[in-house]
Structure formats: C-alpha cells, structure tokens
C-alpha cells in the first residue's frame, strides 16, 4: 500500500506563486518517474511535469519557464514550484508516482485556484 499526501494548493491572484508538495509513504519500492498532472474543470487530466530517475524532466509547453519540478530523494517527496500563476493553472492538481514493480499512484488532488 502506497499513500501520496498532497499540499500547498489554494487561492493565489494572477502572477502570484505556490509550491505543492507530493510526500509518499507505505510500501515504495524504486521509484521510476514523479510526476504532476491537473485537471481543470470540464477538462480531461493533463500531464504538468514529469520528472524521471536519471531521465530528462518534462513540461507542458503551458508551463515552461515558470514551473519546476524537484524532488527529496530522502523524504520521497516531490515538489511543483509554480510561478507567475495564471487564471489557466486553475484545477485539481495530483501527483503520481511510478515504480519498478509496475505500480503507479495517485494523490487525491489538491485545489489551485487563480482568480483576482
């Protein structure tokens, strides 16, 4: 059993930042891939960034330049720093990890909401 808790959503005005954070606990075997996804409302779930062991990390084209991606390898915890917000970022945003053994998990989600 694998759990992902999520936090640091919330309301922000345009141009303004948040940094979600991903903790994971339980059974973790190798980790594979991090990642971040949203979900805007009437949308299907988008990829935001990936961030893969050893591999190149990846952005929504959305979210180049103002978005990074990091993790703490200690703290199996993965971080989405989100700069100069836009109305747009607004959704559900939820971390998902992937490991060797071929599992993959979900966060529950937490709120961003960017409106002034």
């Known amino acids: 059993q694998v759990q992902l808790v999520e936090s640091g959503g919330g309301l922000v005005q345009p141009g303004g930042s948040l940094r979600l954070s991903c903790a994971a606990s339980g059974s973790i075997f190798s980790i594979t891939t991090m990642a971040w996804y949203r979900q805007a409302p009437g949308k299907e779930r988008e990829l935001v960034a990936t961030?893969?062991?050893?591999?190149?990390?990846n952005y929504a084209d959305s979210v180049k330049g103002r978005f990074g991606i990091s993790r703490d390898n200690a703290k199996n915890t993965v971080y989405l720093q989100m700069n100069s917000l836009k109305p747009e970022d607004t959704g559900v945003y939820y971390c998902n990890i992937k490991m060797t053994n071929g599992g993959s998990y979900w966060g529950q989600g937490t709120q961003v909401t960017v409106s002034s």
């Open positions: 961030k893969p062991v050893g591999g190149i990390i």
